[in-house]
Structures are given as C-alpha cells and as structure tokens.
C-alpha cells in the first residue's frame, strides 16, 4: 500500500505591516495632523509610503517616535535634538541628564520670579522698585556677588586689607535657590543701601580705624559696638558669620576667625550689663551708671594689648579710647547692612544694639573720670550743708512737694482710658507708660527713704485702676518724707530734702507731660518751680543731651513763659504758646 507523500509545510512569510493615514496616525497619538506633518518633514517621523494619490502612510513605529518626540519637547528639548535622539545619533541618558540641568536653572530663575511677584504684591512696589526687581530676576547669583563686591571694594579702597575688609569681602550676600519673601525683601534693600554715598563712608571710617589701631602682634583690639560689623573689633552679630567665607590664604582666617568670636563674648557682655541697667529703670547720666561703664572697661581692657596707645587701667584715656569706639561704630546704616546679609546667607540676625549703645555712649560722656559724677554731686551735697551756706527751698520743701503732688493727683484724675494710648513728650511713652512712670517714681522713692528693696522697673504699676494706683503711690512717699528726721538724714552721700527736691522735679516735668499729652494746663505754683529752677540748673545743666540720655537739647521757649514751661524746655520739652 502506498502512502501519499506528505506535502512539505510553506515557509512562514510575514505578514504585511499595516500602514496608517496621518488621520489615523493623529487619533492614535492625539497630536494634530499639522504638527505631524511638520515633524514628518523634519525627518522625526517620516513616512512609510505614499499612495498613489501622494497621500502619506506610516509604519507602526510612527507612532512610538511621535510619543517619544512629544514627551521630549514638553520636557523641552529641541527638535533636532530630538531627531538625534530618535535616530539614536545621541545617547539619550545624557540628553536627559544635560537637559536636567537646564531645567534645573529654569526652576530656579521661575521660583526667584515668584518671590519678586510676590514682594511687589505685598509691599505694593512701584514701578520703579518693579523695574530693581526685574533686573534682581534676570541677574546671575555671580552678579549680584560682584555689585555687592563692587562696592565694598570701591568703599574700603587701599584699606580693604585689614581685618575688617577681609570680614567684608568673605561674608557676600548669597541669595538661595529658592528664596523667602523676608529674603527678596532683604535683598532689594540692600541693593539700595550699597547705593548710599553714607554707608561706604561708615565703612571706610571702620576701615580705617581698624587698621589704624591693628595690634602690632597675633592679639586683638576688640570695641564693644553699637551696631553689627565686621570681626576687626567692631564686629557683633556679623562677625563671626563673616568668617564663613573664603580668606586670602595667607593664614588670616583663624586669627580673623577668632577676633571676631572674641568680639562677639564682649558684646555679649556688655550688652547684658547694659540691657539689666535699662531694665532697671537707671538712667545712663545718673552717678549710678558709673559702675556699669566701669566693669564694661574692665572686660574690655584685657582685649586691647598690643594696640598703639592702648591704655592699660580705667581711667580718662580709656574711656576716651572706648568712647571713640562706640561712636565710630553706632552707625545704622552699617548695622543695617549686616542684619540684611544675615537675613539673605540665611543666619541668625542680632537685635539692634543702638539702644544699648546709646546708653553706654552717654554714660561714657556722663562719666569720663571713673567717679567723676558722684564726686560732682558730693561736692554739691557738701555744700549744702556747710556753715553759713545759703538757705536751699527746703523750708517747707515737703509741703511745697505734697502741693505738687495734689496737682499731678489732678491731672490724673482728669484721664481716661480713651487716652492711654495717646503721644506725650517723651518720645518712647504713651499716656499710660507715663501714668505708670508717675506711679513708679513714687514707689522708688518712697522705698528709698524707707530702705525698702526696690520696685521692679518692668512691672505694670497701674493695674485696672491707675488713679487709685497714683493715690497710693504718693501716700507710701508722703509717709516716708514725713518721718521726723529724713531731711536731714544722709542717704548715702546726699541728704534727704535732695531725695525730696529729686522726686519733686520729676513730678514737674512728667507732670507738665502729662498734662500737655491730655490737652490740660498743669497748675503748679509758680514759686515752687522758681525756687527749685537752679536746683535744676545745678544738677542737670552739664549732663550731655545725647539720643540716649535723660534730657534732649534745651529747646528755646516763647517770650512770658510760665516758669514750668520754662523748666520743661530746660530739660529738653518743645513748648509752644497757647492761647
């Protein structure tokens, strides 16, 4: 039997690719027919046939290079990057990894723009502060170091090498990627500020001062300031921060590194003491404010040595040394700057020191000899109870007090908490800080002649009734000025109708305050200020009308005046004439 033979199996053939229509093309990928036309020419996605009409036609893989391309160019890329890319002429890994870069800085330039838009909204900036802050947007993080550069350089000149120039130059501003709006803000100020003929001269003067005082070994000369600046001494907050940055390379950064940590341990010491004094109530032109500048002396002197005339024990030429210090030093504009490039490098920003370097600075002018003050006034005390001296308004001086206080009890009476929040004379009070410092002034006092600790400064003396407070307040003081025998009592170098004669000028002057914040007309006896006007002369007349002393510049008063307004422009009040 035969078999039929077994036909051999037909070789596999492929099948024919489907070809697409653009319109199919376009539905697959969802990219317009124009778009794909485009790119067809461009060679990303060329066709795989014509028909004989012309019409194109596309393979299968049209489809997989179209949605590569579209993911490419949203990303960013070029088309004919793309183009190499599909056509494997360049390696996609790297591509991606350049373009990364790119769009990195894209995302950096976009979120700077944010924060710009953002501080215009905020602080309503015109157009002018728009057009800093476009070019703030559009500058490199290199350019806006070399305008910072710039001026430094140009302020400090050919003394930009001293220890204070070399803090400057390290501690650039350097705006981060992804900025905060108190950053923005921080840096379109300073872009102004370096702009300020003022603040290169400020510089130029720390300049030159530190290289005109540069110890002449590895010690430093430290001042303790009333600002921020650099690590030469009259650094503080910035100081140390400075340091952060790249030196010259000549072995200067640690010694620079440790001048400034030394003048930051200084300024927080005498920034202590002096912030305890003011929140004791003591003020800088008072005998008692010697012993403040004596022990600041005593930590600054150790830092000194080596220094050209660098004094060696407290006494005028040091105070006059330091002095010199504080002042060349108390300049705003300076401190401002280095609160403005802690807030941009993104470091702790000291409060301001002008308050407490106005405090030193006039307890410096109040005492230049160690003692003087108190030596000024036991003089006067002494002579006052010398044989035969005149007669001072002592006799019935504690009921010419008690009249006084009757009319402030008047003026305060007339107040209502409508006002407590209303300007007075005294620049830094309100109606019921002034309210409160009548209180106060009685309490110490009173607590003074009776040997009581003293009243806490910071604490509300008021309560919720500040008339009551007053009224009980100035009956503790009456009690005690009464006493048979305080008078004449010594306390301490000063008798106690000195105590009595102190607290009724106080009462005077803050009283006339008081009345002037409240549209009142104080009415002390005119004899009772009369008689104690050259008391006032006496004891107030040689202290320094600085910002941060008791007393501004004695201010000129109308013709006829009473003598309370006459007392008040002695002690620095603006009067003006009332009908």
Not at 139 to 148: N, Y
Request: with cysteine; glycine share 8%; proline share 8%.
């Amino acid at each position: 039997m035969h078999s039929e033979p077994v036909p051999a199996p037909a070789p596999d053939l492929a099948p024919e690719p489907v070809l697409l229509t653009i319109g199919a093309v376009a539905e697959r990928t969802g990219l317009p027919v124009k778009l794909i036309r485009h790119w067809s020419d461009l060679g990303i996605a060329p066709p795989a046939d014509r028909t004989e009409a012309g019409y194109r036609r596309y393979g299968p893989e049209a489809v997989a290079r179209l949605d590569l391309a579209r993911t490419l160019r949203d990303l960013g890329l070029g088309l004919s990057t793309i183009r190499d890319v599909l056509d494997r002429e360049r390696d996609l890994p790297e591509v991606a990894a350049v373009h990364a870069d790119a769009l990195e800085a894209r995302i950096r330039t976009l979120r700077l723009r944010q924060a710009v838009l953002r501080s215009v909204a905020r602080r309503g900036a015109d157009a002018a502060e728009l057009t800093a802050l476009d070019e703030l947007v559009r500058m490199s993080a290199a350019e806006r170091e070399a305008i910072v550069r710039a001026f430094v350089a140009e302020a400090l000149g050919d003394v930009g090498t001293s220890s204070f120039g070399r803090g400057l130059l390290a501690a650039m501003p350097e705006l981060p990627t992804d900025p905060t709006a108190e950053q923005v803000d921080a840096w379109c100020e300073l872009s102004a500020l370096v702009r300020d003929p003022a603040l290169a001269a400020a510089l130029r003067r720390m300049a030159e001062y530190a290289a005109r005082y540069a110890p002449a070994d590895a010690s430093t000369a430290h001042a303790p300031t009333a600002g921020n600046g650099a690590e030469d001494g009259h650094g503080t907050g910035a100081g140390s921060q400075a340091q952060n940055g790249s030196q010259d390379g000549d072995g200067s950064q640690a010694e620079d590194r440790s001048q400034a940590e030394a003048a930051e341990r200084l300024t927080d010491a005498w920034v202590r003491r002096v912030s305890a004094a003011m929140d004791g109530g003591l003020a800088p032109d008072s005998p008692a404010a010697d012993a403040v500048v004596t022990a600041v002396v005593a930590e600054w002197l150790p830092l000194q040595s080596g220094t050209p005339g660098a004094p060696d024990r407290d006494g005028p030429a040091a105070r006059a040394r330091l002095l010199e210090q504080l002042a060349m030093a108390a300049d705003a504009r300076a401190e401002r700057y280095w609160q403005l490039v802690c807030v941009i490098n993104g470091l702790p920003v000291r409060p301001s020191l002008a308050p407490a370097g106005a405090w030193l600075i006039t307890a410096l002018r109040t005492n230049p000899t160690p003692g003087a003050r108190a030596t000024a006034l036991e003089a006067l005390y002494d002579g006052d109870a010398a044989p035969g001296a005149p007669e001072p308004p002592g006799t019935g001086l504690v009921d010419a007090f008690a009249s006084v206080l009757a009319e402030v009890e008047r003026l305060v009476t007339a107040v209502g908490p409508d006002r407590f929040g209303d300007p007075t004379p005294c620049a830094d009070w309100d109606v019921r800080a002034l309210l409160d410092h009548l209180v106060w002034e009685n309490l110490i006092w009173a607590g003074l002649a009776e040997g009581s600790p003293p009243t806490d400064h910071g604490a509300d003396h008021l309560g919720a009734d500040p008339l009551a407070a007053f009224r009980a307040a100035a009956s503790a003081t009456m009690t005690a000025f009464r006493r048979p025998g305080m008078l004449e009592r010594r306390y301490g170098p000063a008798p106690g109708r000195r105590l009595v004669e102190q607290l009724l000028i106080e009462m005077l002057v803050h009283g006339w305050d008081l009345a002037m914040a409240t549209g009142q007309r104080p009415g002390f006896a005119e004899e009772t200020v009369e008689a104690v006007l050259p008391s006032v002369r006496e004891i107030y007349g040689a202290l320094p009308r600085t910002p941060g002393g008791s007393f501004a510049p004695e201010a000129p008063v109308p013709d006829g005046s009473s003598a309370t307004d006459r007392l008040a422009a002695f002690l620095g009040r603006r009067v003006v004439r009332t009908p």
